[in-house]
């Protein structure tokens, strides 16, 4: 059973800090991996996708994905309180998998 | 705006009615999928249909009955529901299904479902 890891939180952050999200996944072979934002009540907002070991940089948000330690985390440089959310990991294949997703909270 | 659109947006149902739920892309994706989620959970995969065919079924009870007309087009047919069904439920789409590289899904707003 492949699986995906995230610490549900909740993470609380001040405003204008660097909000680090965590995840590790369970298959080696996994080559797909997406970071979703979900405001509460709505659907599930695609903000990042990596394939490659390193950094992929678009805007205030960085995905890191190191493959050999089966982890992959976002980081949320200049927190905003619309940044409050929860984001969910997903590690794809035929079908994506889905951590439980981590509460974050940014602190006015 | 989503580029994938669901409607209805919300839905009261009894445990004897039949329903169904719509999506539809015109991104030119020829994937499709349909997903549940609970509160506080992630999304849960129900169907995936890859070139309008059904690729994969996680073992949904029959009494949801999904259906794909076309490549933009994917519905879902509910029938004798139980209260324990009542969630979101939302429709996503990626431009196709691969045990490579997956794409991203892109999912719509979602119909939220409730069961008397």
């Known amino acids: 059973q492949k699986e995906v890891e995230q610490n549900s939180g909740p993470l609380s952050v001040p405003e204008g800090a660097i909000a680090s999200l965590n995840c590790t996944y369970s298959?080696?072979?996994?080559?797909?991996f997406f970071w979703y934002r979900q405001y509460s009540g709505k659907s599930p907002e695609l903000i990042m996708s990596?394939?490659?070991?390193g950094d992929k940089e678009d805007g205030r948000f960085t995905a890191q994905l190191n493959k050999a330690s089966q982890y992959v985390s976002l980081l949320i440089r200049d927190s905003q309180p619309s940044d409050s959310a929860t984001y969910l990991c997903?590690?794809?294949?035929?079908?994506?998998?889905f951590g439980q997703g981590t509460r974050l909270t940014i602190n006015p | 705006d989503t580029e994938v659109t669901q409607t209805p947006k919300h839905l009261v149902m009894g445990m004897t009615n039949k329903k169904s739920l719509k999506c539809e892309q015109h991104?030119?994706?020829?994937?499709m999928y349909w997903y549940k989620q609970k509160a506080k959970k992630p999304p849960e995969l129900m169907f995936v249909?890859?070139?309008?065919?059904?690729?994969i079924n996680e073992s949904v009870p029959s009494r949801f009955s999904p259906e794909c007309p076309n490549s933009s087009l994917l519905n879902l047919h509910l029938h004798a529901l139980q209260p324990e069904d009542s969630a979101l439920y939302l429709c996503?789409?990626?431009?196709?299904?691969?045990?490579?590289?997956?794409?991203?899904?892109?999912f719509g707003d979602g119909t939220r479902l409730s069961i008397l």
């Open positions: 996503a789409s990626s431009r196709h299904q691969t045990t490579g590289l997956a794409q991203p899904q892109h």
């Open positions: 298959d080696r072979g996994s080559q797909s």
């Open positions: 990596i394939y490659s070991n």
């Open positions: 997903a590690v794809g294949g035929q079908k994506l998998v």
């Open positions: 991104m030119g994706h020829r994937a």
């Open positions: 249909y890859s070139y309008e065919k059904l690729s």
